[in-house]
């Protein structure tokens, strides 16, 4: 009987994570946030503050952008719009496409940015550079535009970049981090976009990858005022003792920390005169969504937060704790329960296993729940459907996934410490296994309890 509830625990798990996932679907957040009445481009929720713009005073209206989800955006903005756009240019990750009838797609590498990523956003950057002001440019941004949006500043190679990026993801710098330094290492991030595009008008639709929803965060803010300097960029090799990095890339931070180059625009540079920058999708939206569909299975429910950050290992502890504090005192809520968070966490690499937050999330929730006399199942996913580079979103664990894996002769605190979550639960059938989303708003995360 307990294994029967527990499968139909992680049933309602996976369910719940689906729902979430359909709430973000790239496609109708545009739909919700944009509108055409005639030559009006209605820009903003019905009841809510709008934007209109009157097309008619536009001689060209184009699309450009990058990221996971950007491909469905261009799709139901190509529905809305028809053939009022007259060219489209955007990158993708691999695998991440849609048929489009006007926007050119090209295919890219994520996490690590590849030559098909350069070569894509010269194209879009050099359009940019041609704009005038009776051009408006709809730009298309989710998550995963960093590394898609690649073009790697004078003097810097795109190996180099590589190399950084990766460091950056081994020593758990924050996406907020790592970003930083793109945006410096770059030539179109940190609002560089824009002020190729002025004196254009420039719609900047966004899907939130990051916590905070913070603009200049997603994708590197390519159309968005950048609120981080060269000295921060430089700060933050100094803070994870980055010496061997390229010198080309420390020689950049240091010359712009001194002055010697521009520094990406700020805050109240005219080039932002005609830009808006609207968010149609975000983590806490998919939260939301999680806990409506939670509160139709009958459990009871909490959204813990959207803004989780920190060390995943910590993180799954503290989750895994409020778990059976829920089962051993009904604080903070009463069984059936299910608590959910999003956000995005950080894995310190110090083995050779392969795997990413959401499975290091679960493997150590599995561990601290291991033999506890309670109906639990904790599900980690990424709603983009890549955790790390693998082909799983995530995983879903239960009391009994440890056990699991020692008949297979597979110790998880092993496979934990060297950061091998992967094969452990392709062993214990514990991937949570989506394919491509063609969304990103971070990670979701559900604690069920009966």
């Known amino acids: 009987m307990e294994e029967y509830h527990l499968k139909q625990m992680r049933t309602e798990a996976k369910a719940i994570f689906r729902e979430s996932l359909r709430s973000v679907n790239p496609y109708g957040a545009v739909k919700n946030f944009v509108r055409v009445e005639k030559d009006q481009l209605i820009l903003g929720k ?87 002001d009776k051009d408006l440019i709809i730009s298309l941004i989710s998550g995963g535009g960093s590394a898609l949006l690649c073009q790697p500043a004078k003097g810097i190679s795109l190996e180099e970049k590589q190399m950084v990026t990766g460091m950056l993801l081994d020593c758990g710098a924050s996406i907020d981090e790592i970003n930083a330094v793109r945006k410096h290492i770059s030539a179109a991030k940190g609002g560089q976009m824009a002020r190729a595009a002025f004196p254009a008008t420039v719609v900047n639709l966004m899907l939130s990858d990051v916590v905070g929803d913070k603009m200049d965060v997603i994708a590197s803010g390519p159309f968005v005022p950048d609120t981080s300097t060269f000295e921060d960029a430089l700060g933050i090799f100094r803070k994870y003792d980055l010496k061997d990095a390229p010198q080309s890339i420390l020689q950049r931070l240091k010359d712009g920390s001194q002055g010697l180059i521009p520094d990406t625009p700020k805050k109240g540079d005219p080039v932002f005169l005609y830009v808006s920058n609207i968010i149609v999708g975000s983590n806490m939206l998919a939260l939301e969504a999680a806990e409506k569909k939670a509160r139709a299975f009958g459990y009871d429910t909490l959204i813990l937060s959207s803004l989780i950050e920190g060390e995943t290992r910590d993180v799954a502890r503290v989750h895994c704790a409020i778990l059976q504090e829920i089962g051993r005192s009904g604080r903070p809520l009463k069984k059936p329960a299910c608590v959910i968070s999003g956000g995005e966490t950080t894995v310190t690499i110090r083995g050779q296993g392969l795997g990413g937050r959401n499975q290091e999330f679960c493997l150590m929730s599995a561990i601290e729940i291991d ?32 056990k699991r894996g020692l008949k297979a002769d597979l110790s998880a605190v092993d496979f934990l410490n060297n950061n091998d979550a992967y094969h452990f639960f392709e062993k214990t059938e514990d991937l949570l296994v989506t394919g491509p989303t063609n969304t990103n708003v971070m990670d979701v995360r559900l604690l069920l309890i009966r």
């Not at 639990?376 to 983009?384: A, F, H, K, W, Y």
């Open 46 to 132: 019905e009841g809510e503050d709008q934007t209109r713009l009157d097309l008619k005073q536009f001689k060209r209206v184009s699309l450009v952008g990058g990221g996971k989800a950007t491909a469905p955006m261009a799709k139901a903005m190509e529905a809305l719009l028809g053939d009022r756009i007259q060219t489209g240019m955007i990158n993708v990750k691999y695998g991440f496409t849609e048929a489009l009838t006007v926007t050119r797609t090209i295919e890219a590498s994520h996490p690590l940015p590849d030559e098909n990523g350069v070569k894509g956003t010269k194209a879009i950057m050099d359009f940019l550079a041609k704009a005038s």
């Open 371 to 402: 033999g506890v006399p309670q109906k639990m199942v904790v599900l980690s996913g990424g709603t983009d459907g890549n955790d790390g580079p693998t082909d799983a979103a995530g995983a879903v664990v239960d009391p009994y996934t440890v």
